[in-house]
Every structure is written in C-alpha cells, then in structure tokens.
C-alpha cells in the first residue's frame, strides 16, 4: 500500500493485531518501519536499540516451540489448579506474536546514567526504545499492516530467545513486535477518559 494515512489516522487505527493473512510483508515497506524506529528520540540520543528482523518461518517456529515447551514445564510444575489455570490463559498472549510472517525482537542495553540512584525511577533507556517501538508499530500501521507489541514471550523465555538469537551481552530483547497483514479488525477496546488522564495548571 502506497497511499500513507493521516498521522491521526494512523493512531486511531493502530491496535493490537494478533491474527494474519499469509500475504507476505514487504522489504521496503519493512525499511520504512525500520526508519521510523531509526528517527525516534531517545535519551542524549544514545540510541539504545536493535531490530532484529525475523523473516524465516522455521526460525519463528523455533521461537514458538521455545516458549511453548517454557511454558509446559511451569504448567506441568504448578503446585495447584488455580495456578495452573492462570498459566494456560498466558498460552495465546504469549504465542500470537508468532503467528505474524515477521516478528521484530527489540534489543536495549542499559542506559548510562551517571547518577545510577536515579536509573530505576526515570529509566531513560526503556524510554527510548519504548518510542522507537512506538514509532515502528505505527509505520507498520500507516502502510497498512498489524501487530502486537509483546513482552509475555520474554517473561518466559527472555535468556532462551536471546540465546538462539546469538543476543551478547550489554544488549538484552526487551520486546517482540509482530508484523504481517490483520487477518480481521481487533475488537473494542477501552480508554480512559481525557479528564482522568490529563491536568491542565
Ligand atoms: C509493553 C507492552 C507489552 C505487551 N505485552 C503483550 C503480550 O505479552 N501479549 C499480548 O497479546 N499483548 C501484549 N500487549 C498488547 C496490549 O495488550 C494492548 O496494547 C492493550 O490491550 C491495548 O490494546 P490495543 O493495542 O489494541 O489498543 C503489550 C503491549 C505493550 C505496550
């Protein structure tokens, strides 16, 4: 799709997107995500991001069986039925990112701040790699694609993925983000109201 939407478009229409076609994503509209991520800010603009751009299907089933197999084992090892119940309603929020013809792991490293008091509070480079997300879930958007932005797999399998990935350390995968064609709209969704979010002095 060539025809980009309005930026306000682009944000009312960006939703979690967790089922897709099998039209694929193409490359140039992938270097157009990746560009946007290229432009966000973030802190003494260090950058502190990695894309690592999955589009080979075994690998992604690789990823999928990791977490899967993760996942099993906790379910298998959980001392009560509540607790197992808890944990097979984590199954599809933490596989659908796997189902997109292209997953996105999102590498940071952590942040240099000089007054390392202050790192948990501010967070700085969470923070930026957060925007340069943000910046890329709505390129994928705005040309037309879907995805979701995910953390759930890495709960789970954050030093197994980052293992089969090859990931050295400073870096560590922070988030996965799923692109592909949305298979159907995503359902309703809420939003508090402007007035619960907003102070005007
Ligand atoms: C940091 C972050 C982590 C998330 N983790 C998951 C996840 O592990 N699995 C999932 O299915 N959705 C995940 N989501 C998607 C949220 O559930 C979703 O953004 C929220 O419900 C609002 O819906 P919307 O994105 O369609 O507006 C995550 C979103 C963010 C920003």
Known sequence: MNLLMDF?????RRRSIRHFTDAPVRDEDLMAMIEAARLAPSPRNEQPWHFIVIRDQQAISNLRDIVN???DAQIKGADSKARKKALKNKRFG?????DAP???????????????????????GLQGVSAAITHF?????ALGY????????LELAQFEIEAVLRVRKPWFAVALL??????KAAGKTKRK???EIVTFE
Not at 146 to 153: F, I, Q, R, S, T
């Open 8 to 12: 306000f478009e682009t944000v009312r």
């Open 146 to 153: 879907g995805g979701c932005w995910v953390v759930l797999p």
């Open 193 to 195: 109201p402007i007035e």
């Open 137 to 141: 879930h709505l390129a994928a958007t």
């Open 94 to 98: 933490a596989t659908n990112v796997f």
């Open 102 to 124: 292209v997953v996105v792991v999102v590498l940071t490293k952590p942040f240099p701040n000089p007054d390392p008091a202050k790192q948990p509070i501010f967070n700085q």
């Open 69 to 71: 197999a993760l996942l």
């Open 178 to 183: 799923s692109v592909g064609v949305p298979a």
